[in-house]
């Protein structure tokens, strides 16, 4: 519940600290003092766009303005849905959050939200700097804010079946179907994307099969290209490099006279003088050296020679397979290498292609499956819905009798959805469901939309807020509106007489019981059944114009109501009346 509000520079406002209470809180005053300042101000809280621009509500003078608000949650789903907000969106605010919850305390959230002069606006949980949308989504979780004319919602298939679920505690259920049908969609969206890309997958299975035969079969090898083109050299030079190598050669080794049997003789001359000397070791170590490496060299050169044919054949081979490399090379644009990394790449993609055929066919299997389930799923839900309704709309009918409207009577029909799986299985469920009403004997029911005045909406919102609260869960001591989310209702008391007043205020009394309510109303009875009145007042101080909020108690109290009904405290009927409003809620109470 919101337990406190604090507003800098905003407006009328410049500078506000209020505190809110358990159960019903009333906001009173007159005309222009700044009641609906109080809600602009939770509403910005909320994450709602300023209207006009940010630039507008900040007060003259100031660069900006401040909206913080303190909640304490004692409800253990509100606690748990906070903290997984706070840890998808501001996991170091999120650790503090849960290491507060080992303790066993009530928990407290600081949400807080400025405007710039310049127009800006930033949001903030803890002092700590969030995006605009996770501070809408933690909102969400602690506010609801119902505008003066917000009931206009009500008239929507969507937020009837919302309240819908909500009275029965059917969250579970509708989640639960509203996941299975993500499931569903999904797997269809698959197989769909994998069927209108059939042809294409065809034709781009049927290139990579050819490209993929095609480098395969040429078996290119790791430095084949360059070795190639070397062989392919060398085999143009074949007879050239005979003749000089092989002359080279024969001086060597082969003909009269060669070079190593001439060193051959010069060794073994130095080795008769090298008894007579040590000092022709080196030289003769150097001697022995170069005519074994002489003679490598001569073998070496014939080896050489030997491996270059003069094989016209054999230059024709290398020439058509370095025609069939660089061919392959131009085609693909890309070298030996890229070839051989194209040849990999082009398997993988086959195998893929492949899956893909796979894949079409388990995704059949795994939409059936998801159907199946997506259809027990919304069997089971449209059901607990069915069951739901006799026992609400008796007492919704009673609560609308005691708000004015004795007669109205409530149908919630369900239309089962029909046409393709696309078509039946809808985002509420398999059914449509809506509220129609009958406001007076003799009338056939209608939706709401077409029956319901701006008085009876507002009625009949409240019936139903108060009727289709969800039951209260499991929570740490307290209140039973301690840890829920703060309900705001701006004038819901519009179109409503001053007779039907204490029959308001009651119920809205008996909502602050599941529920933390504010209420700004101009009804004195439902002031009356307040468990916690503020008053707003406009002042004028040194030519600036300010609005205050305080609390209210005792003969304030009595006086303030007492002005509600007769503009004038003064008078003894009217505080008489005042006197009885306020004990009669009392011992309501």
């Given at each position: 519940?919101?337990?406190?509000?604090?507003?800098?520079?905003?407006?009328?406002?410049?500078?506000?600290?209020?505190?809110?209470?358990?159960?019903?809180?009333?906001?009173?005053?007159?005309?222009?003092?700044?009641?609906?300042?109080?809600?602009?101000?939770?509403?910005?809280?909320?994450?709602?766009?300023?209207?006009?621009?940010?630039?507008?509500?900040?007060?003259?003078?100031?660069?900006?303005?401040?909206?913080?608000?303190?909640?304490?949650?004692?409800?253990?789903?509100?606690?748990?849905?906070?903290?997984?907000?706070?840890?998808?969106?501001?996991?170091?605010?999120?650790?503090?959050?849960?290491?507060?919850?080992?303790?066993?305390?009530?928990?407290?959230?600081?949400?807080?939200?400025?405007?710039?002069?310049?127009?800006?606006?930033?949001?903030?949980?803890?002092?700590?700097?969030?995006?605009?949308?996770?501070?809408?989504?933690?909102?969400?979780?602690?506010?609801?804010?119902?505008?003066?004319?917000?009931?206009?919602?009500?008239?929507?298939?969507?937020?009837?079946?919302?309240?819908?679920?909500?009275?029965?505690?059917?969250?579970?259920?509708?989640?639960?179907?509203?996941?299975?049908?993500?499931?569903?969609?999904?797997?269809?969206?698959?197989?769909?994307?994998?069927?209108?890309?059939?042809?294409?997958?065809?034709?781009?299975?049927?290139?990579?099969?050819?490209?993929?035969?095609?480098?395969?079969?040429?078996?290119?090898?790791?430095?084949?290209?360059?070795?190639?083109?070397?062989?392919?050299?060398?085999?143009?030079?074949?007879?050239?490099?005979?003749?000089?190598?092989?002359?080279?050669?024969?001086?060597?080794?082969?003909?009269?006279?060669?070079?190593?049997?001439?060193?051959?003789?010069?060794?073994?001359?130095?080795?008769?003088?090298?008894?007579?000397?040590?000092?022709?070791?080196?030289?003769?170590?150097?001697?022995?050296?170069?005519?074994?490496?002489?003679?490598?060299?001569?073998?070496?050169?014939?080896?050489?020679?030997?491996?270059?044919?003069?094989?016209?054949?054999?230059?024709?081979?290398?020439?058509?397979?370095?025609?069939?490399?660089?061919?392959?090379?131009?085609?693909?644009?890309?070298?030996?290498?890229?070839?051989?990394?194209?040849?990999?790449?082009?398997?993988?993609?086959?195998?893929?292609?492949?899956?893909?055929?796979?894949?079409?066919?388990?995704?059949?299997?795994?939409?059936?499956?998801?159907?199946?389930?997506?259809?027990?799923?919304?069997?089971?839900?449209?059901?607990?819905?069915?069951?739901?309704?006799?026992?609400?709309?008796?007492?919704?009918?009673?609560?609308?009798?005691?708000?004015?409207?004795?007669?109205?009577?409530?149908?919630?029909?369900?239309?089962?959805?029909?046409?393709?799986?696309?078509?039946?299985?809808?985002?509420?469920?398999?059914?449509?469901?809506?509220?129609?009403?009958?406001?007076?004997?003799?009338?056939?029911?209608?939706?709401?939309?077409?029956?319901?005045?701006?008085?009876?909406?507002?009625?009949?919102?409240?019936?139903?807020?108060?009727?289709?609260?969800?039951?209260?869960?499991?929570?740490?001591?307290?209140?039973?509106?301690?840890?829920?989310?703060?309900?705001?209702?701006?004038?819901?008391?519009?179109?409503?007489?001053?007779?039907?007043?204490?029959?308001?205020?009651?119920?809205?009394?008996?909502?602050?019981?599941?529920?933390?309510?504010?209420?700004?109303?101009?009804?004195?009875?439902?002031?009356?059944?307040?468990?916690?009145?503020?008053?707003?007042?406009?002042?004028?101080?040194?030519?600036?114009?300010?609005t205050r909020i305080t609390a209210l108690g005792g003969e304030e109290r009595v006086r303030e109501v007492a002005d509600m009904i007769a503009g004038g405290s003064d008078h003894e009927s009217a505080r008489a009346e005042a006197e009885r409003l306020l004990t009669g809620a009392g011992a309501k109470r």
């Amino acid at each position: 519940m919101l337990i406190e509000l604090y507003i800098r520079d905003l407006a009328l406002i410049e500078g506000l600290e209020v505190s809110f209470g358990e159960g019903l809180n009333v906001l009173t005053g007159e005309t222009g003092a700044g009641k609906s300042l109080l809600v602009a101000a939770l509403e910005l809280l909320s994450g709602q766009t300023p209207r006009g621009g940010a630039a507008q509500w900040v007060r003259k003078g100031a660069e900006e303005a401040r909206v913080e608000g303190r909640f304490e949650l004692r409800d253990g789903k509100a606690i748990e849905r906070v903290a997984e907000v706070l840890r998808e969106e501001v996991p170091a605010v999120a650790e503090t959050f849960e290491a507060g919850l080992e303790e066993g305390e009530p928990i407290e959230l600081l949400l807080g939200r400025a405007l710039t002069a310049a127009g800006r606006t930033k949001a903030h949980v803890e002092q700590r700097p969030i995006p605009l949308r996770a501070l809408k989504r933690l909102a969400a979780l602690l506010l609801e804010i119902h505008g003066q004319n917000d009931h206009q919602t009500l008239f929507s298939p969507v937020e009837q079946v919302r309240l819908l679920d909500q009275a029965g505690n059917l969250g579970a259920k509708a989640d639960a179907y509203r996941d299975a049908r993500a499931v569903w969609l999904d797997a269809q969206a698959r197989r769909d994307a994998l069927l209108a890309d059939a042809h294409e997958r065809r034709d781009r299975r049927d290139l990579a099969s050819y490209q993929w035969e095609e480098l395969d079969t040429a078996g290119i090898e790791p430095g084949e290209h360059a070795a190639l083109r070397e062989e392919r050299d060398l085999l143009r030079s074949a007879t050239d490099l005979h003749g000089e190598l092989g002359a080279l050669v024969c001086e060597l080794v082969e003909s009269e006279g060669a070079l190593v049997d001439r060193l051959r003789v010069a060794l073994r001359t130095l080795e008769r003088w090298r008894e007579r000397s040590d000092r022709l070791a080196a030289p003769l170590e150097d001697l022995s050296s170069a005519e074994i490496h002489l003679a490598e060299a001569a073998s070496g050169l014939a080896s050489f020679i030997d491996s270059v044919p003069l094989d016209p054949r054999r230059l024709e081979e290398v020439e058509e397979r370095l025609a069939e490399l660089e061919r392959l090379e131009a085609k693909y644009g890309c070298d030996e290498a890229g070839l051989r990394a194209r040849l990999e790449q082009l398997a993988a993609e086959l195998e893929r292609l492949s899956n893909d055929e796979q894949d079409l066919a388990g995704l059949e299997e795994e939409i059936a499956a998801a159907r199946e389930e997506l259809d027990a799923r919304a069997s089971a839900l449209d059901a607990a819905r069915s069951k739901l309704i006799p026992k609400l709309t008796k007492r919704v009918e009673a609560t609308l009798a005691a708000l004015g409207l004795e007669h109205a009577r409530l149908e919630v029909r369900f239309t089962p959805r029909s046409g393709e799986d696309q078509e039946r299985f809808g985002p509420q469920g398999i059914s449509d469901v809506e509220f129609f009403l009958a406001a007076n004997p003799g009338e056939d029911p209608a939706p709401l939309r077409h029956v319901a005045s701006g008085g009876e909406a507002a009625r009949i919102l409240l019936a139903l807020r108060t009727e289709l609260s969800a039951p209260a869960t499991k929570r740490r001591g307290g209140h039973a509106s301690a840890g829920g989310r703060t309900l705001v209702f701006d004038e819901i008391d519009a179109g409503v007489g001053g007779r039907l007043g204490p029959e308001v205020g009651a119920h809205l009394a008996r909502l602050g019981r599941r529920e933390q309510v504010l209420c700004v109303t101009h009804l004195p009875a439902i002031a009356a059944a307040a468990d916690r009145h503020l008053f707003a007042a406009k002042e004028v101080e040194r030519g600036r114009t300010r609005t205050r909020i305080t609390a209210l108690g005792g003969e304030e109290r009595v006086r303030e109501v007492a002005d509600m009904i007769a503009g004038g405290s003064d008078h003894e009927s009217a505080r008489a009346e005042a006197e009885r409003l306020l004990t009669g809620a009392g011992a309501k109470r």
